[in-house]
């Protein structure tokens, strides 16, 4: 086990964090936040009341209106303090995101890392927020200019649970918005940290709210109020839906990062070894717990035992062990549900004619341990090849052709990442072409960088994080004529 130090401080007090003041439990509901690797119990999360959330819109209104008229630099300064307080306290950070969400402490310490280059990056976007002048007779102007939308409803799933939180904040907070940010419940430690390294860094009190609470009842609340001017949501697409609906009474910009089901296209050129140690390590990062995860396989003829066989073997030997552990390459499912939801697809595959090559049962411990999983030959038609599994499970099916393997790639409504494997470049420019989704990795599995716009298309949702299309996302554009 890595060993506690003065860095690594114990799992937290839960706290709300609302126009700049700590808010403990008080008379208020609470729930239990879960340990995914034992089961038990790390502390106990105060959820708001409706009192709460009109004193967080308030706030958020009146953060607004200072946040909207703050220097560039100031602005900046305060994103690029925060990055490096991530930094400073990474290893503290990381432990807990273990603890609360399971991920390997490697795994966690890389997402820390990774939001605070998330920080700075929007630290130096923030002041470079252009207009432009439109060229008119002599005396007269026009003027495109772009201004904060106003006050963002934020809503971040657990799977990554401190760069999520990162994502609703750091560019809302460079281009001038406030924001109210509703993280799961069941990874609250980690946005607190956030919001800590922010608030510490300057961040003005009601600039941005930390709220937790029942997510139907918060959700309603807040996306009903004429405050909020903008939805910035990651999760299902179910829940995405209904959000929609939601803020289409008062017709709200949204930002959805919504299901994916990621397609890999396995052809017959590929360099197989370089490509199966890509794919293992992409699928059982985080358990499978990833919306970008690589989960329909679709490996040409000629190679496609060859590559099932590859993935068993290396699937056998990752080792599965609390994320605390040292040698630990994968660790638990984030929360009872997962096991089920994942044991259930797995059933149902087999039953409508998969073959079990690796895995397939949870691993007898106390946490929400499952093996990692390899099914080969499976059905298109079964469960998990059109409902994302979201756990550590191979969906391994062949293809002949080339069109083939682009339509069962674009078959279902979901297009948020895909994945293909071929040494001949021609072939993959037209792959990279004929998929539809909104990342497309080629002979990678990495589909995200600070820089770059992180996005889905179809019912995997609209608008982008990351990169300068980020920021966009948070502004709106005026025309000013001027005679």
Same mark, same amino acid.
């Given at each position: 086990?890595?060993?506690?130090?003065?860095?690594? /401080?114990?799992?937290?007090? &839960?706290?709300?964090?609302?126009? $700049?003041?700590? =808010? $403990?439990? *008080? %008379?208020?509901?609470?729930?239990?936040?879960? %340990?995914? #690797?034992?089961?038990?119990? &790390? $502390?106990e999360l105060p959820l708001v009341d409706a009192a709460d959330l009109d004193r967080a819109l308030a706030a958020a209104e009146t953060g607004f209106d200072r946040w909207r008229r703050a220097k560039p630099t100031d602005r900046a300064a305060v994103l690029a303090g925060a990055a490096r307080l991530l930094r400073e306290r990474g290893d503290a950070i990381s432990r807990n995101a273990t603890l609360e969400e399971g991920k390997t402490f490697a795994e966690a310490r890389d997402e820390t890392l990774a939001a605070a280059a998330l920080l700075d990056f929007y630290a130096g976007e923030a002041v470079r927020l252009y207009g432009r002048v439109l060229m008119r007779p002599p005396g007269q102007r026009t003027m495109v200019t772009r201004e904060p939308i106003g006050p963002i409803a934020a809503f971040s799933p657990w799977n990554f649970p401190v760069h999520n939180p990162v994502r609703k904040l750091g560019a809302a907070i460079a281009t001038g918005c406030s924001v109210i940010l509703k993280p799961a419940?069941?990874?609250?430690?980690?946005?607190?940290?956030?919001?800590?390294?922010?608030?510490? @860094?300057?961040?003005? @009190? *009601?600039? #941005?709210?930390?709220?937790?609470?029942?997510?139907?009842?918060?959700?309603?609340?807040?996306? @009903?109020?004429?405050?909020?001017?903008?939805?910035?949501?990651? *999760?299902?697409?179910?829940?995405?839906?209904?959000?929609?609906?939601l803020s289409a009474d008062t017709v709200k910009k949204m930002t959805l990062e919504l299901g994916g089901h990621a397609p890999v296209i396995v052809f017959d050129d590929c360099d197989l070894d370089r490509t199966v140690e890509t794919l293992a390590a992409a699928k059982?990062? %985080? @358990?499978?717990?990833?919306? =970008?995860?690589?989960?329909?396989?679709? =490996?040409?003829? /000629?190679?496609c035992d060859r590559f099932v066989e590859a993935i068993t073997e290396r699937s056998n030997r990752i080792r599965v062990a609390d994320g605390l552990d040292d040698d630990a390459e994968m660790g638990p499912l984030a929360n009872p549900r997962r096991p089920e939801s994942v044991d259930s697809m797995i059933?149902?595959? &087999?039953?409508? $004619? /998969?073959?079990?090559?690796?895995?397939?049962?949870?691993?007898? +411990? +106390?946490g929400f341990f499952y093996r990692p999983t390899v099914l080969a030959d499976v059905p298109i038609e079964t469960r998990a090849m059109n409902e994302e599994p979201f756990g550590p499970v191979v969906l391994a099916a062949r293809f002949a052709t080339f069109d083939e393997a682009v339509d069962q790639a674009n078959r279902l409504p979901y297009g &948020? /990442?895909?994945?293909?494997?071929?040494? %001949?470049?021609?072939r993959a420019n037209h792959v990279a072409d004929a998929i539809e989704s909104g990342m497309v990795g080629i002979n990678t599995a990495r589909v995200g960088a600070a820089d770059a716009p992180f996005q889905g298309v179809k019912q995997s949702g609209h608008g982008s994080e990351d990169g300068s299309e980020g920021l966009e996302s948070c502004l709106v554009t005026k025309t000013i004529h001027m005679v």
């Open positions: 086990m890595i060993e506690s130090t003065p860095t690594q /401080a114990t799992y937290p007090p &839960l706290r709300l964090h609302i126009d $700049g003041e700590w =808010v $403990g439990a *008080g %008379n208020r509901r609470t729930q239990p936040v879960l %340990n995914p #690797a034992t089961g038990k119990p &790390l $502390g419940e069941e990874t609250p430690a980690s946005a607190m940290a956030v919001m800590q390294a922010l608030s510490e @860094a300057g961040l003005p @009190a *009601g600039v #941005a709210q930390l709220v937790f609470g029942i997510p139907d009842e918060v959700s309603r609340h807040l996306l @009903a109020s004429p405050i909020i001017r903008k939805l910035s949501f990651t *999760g299902s697409t179910a829940v995405g839906k209904e959000l929609m609906r059982f990062r %985080n @358990a499978g717990q990833v919306c =970008v995860s690589p989960t329909r396989f679709y =490996v040409q003829d /000629a190679v059933g149902t595959a &087999l039953s409508d $004619g /998969a073959r079990l090559m690796t895995g397939g049962e949870r691993i007898d +411990d +106390d &948020l /990442a895909a994945f293909a494997f071929t040494e %001949n470049g021609r």
